[in-house]
T-cell receptor, first 116, second 112 residues
Framework: DVKVTQSSRYLVKRTGEKVFLECVQD?????MFWYRQDPGLGLRLIYF???????EKGDIPEGYSVSREKKERFSLILESASTNQTSMYLC???????????????FGEGSRLTVL | QQQVKQSPQSLIVQKGGIPIINCAYE??????FPWYQQFPGKGPALLIA?????SEKKEGRFTISFNKSAKQFSLHIMDSQPGDSATYFC???????????FGTGTSLTVIP
């Protein structure tokens, strides 16, 4: 079975702290994504990566960075957390066009971050 | 700018009713239109998807209707059940590309 695992389901951090959100997929997918989910705003893309060490900004990259050192792992970093980054963060992966992409995204269960 | 517009934001129906969720897009290069279902505390999961070369796709009680000329597509849930209560997201993407564009979501409640 396809699996995208987000290691932290719930986090509470203080303003100014550095936050790491980890995501691992076991499907050999080349594409990985970080989304932010807020009520009424849907899913907004923060960053995506189409290969190891490659990254592209999404719609709302400000205040975030990412790291992809290995194919299966994609990390989201909040260098200095702020209260407006309180949200649900969803990691996803997909096949790339060269892998016979079907168009399906596979999501993790999410990491709910609260910044106080 | 929202690439995919979804309505309504929330929907309440009686068991057995047929909720309809609508989405519209502008980019005619999109060639894959999935719907995702999300239960509380879970990540979204693919429910059903359609390519623009067909006008309708049915899987069980779920049907996508697609109107290419109007650049609109919709999800119909036949004989809705309380277990269908969830948030539904429409999306659009380009199969040859790498990005997905999501609607803002519809919270569906099916009352027993």
């Amino acid at each position: 079975d396809v699996k995208v695992t987000q290691s932290s389901r719930y986090l509470v951090k203080r303003t100014g702290e550095k936050v790491f959100l980890e995501c691992v997929q076991d499907m050999d997918h080349e594409n990985m994504f970080w989304y932010r989910q807020d009520p009424g705003l849907g899913l907004r893309l923060i960053y995506f990566s189409y290969d190891v060490k490659m990254k592209e900004k999404g719609d709302i990259p400000e205040g975030y960075s990412v790291s992809r050192e290995k194919k299966e792992r994609f990390s989201l970093i909040l260098e200095s957390a702020s209260t407006n980054q309180t949200s649900m963060y969803l990691c996803a992966s997909s096949l790339a066009p060269g892998q016979g992409r079907t168009g399906e995204l596979f999501f993790g269960e999410g990491s709910r971050l609260t910044v106080l | 700018q929202q690439q995919v517009k979804q309505s309504p934001q929330s929907l309440i129906v009686q068991k057995g009713g047929i909720p309809i969720i609508n989405c519209a897009y502008e980019n005619t290069a999109f060639d894959y239109f999935p719907w995702y279902q999300q239960f509380p505390g879970k990540g979204p999961a693919l429910l059903i998807a359609i390519r623009p070369d067909v006008s309708e796709k049915k899987e069980g009680r779920f049907t996508i209707s697609f109107n290419k000329s109007a650049k609109q597509f919709s999800l119909h849930i036949m004989d809705s059940q309380p277990g269908d209560s969830a948030t539904y997201f429409c999306a659009a993407s380009i199969i040859r590309g790498n990005q997905f564009y999501f609607g803002t979501g519809t919270s569906l409640t099916v009352i027993p």
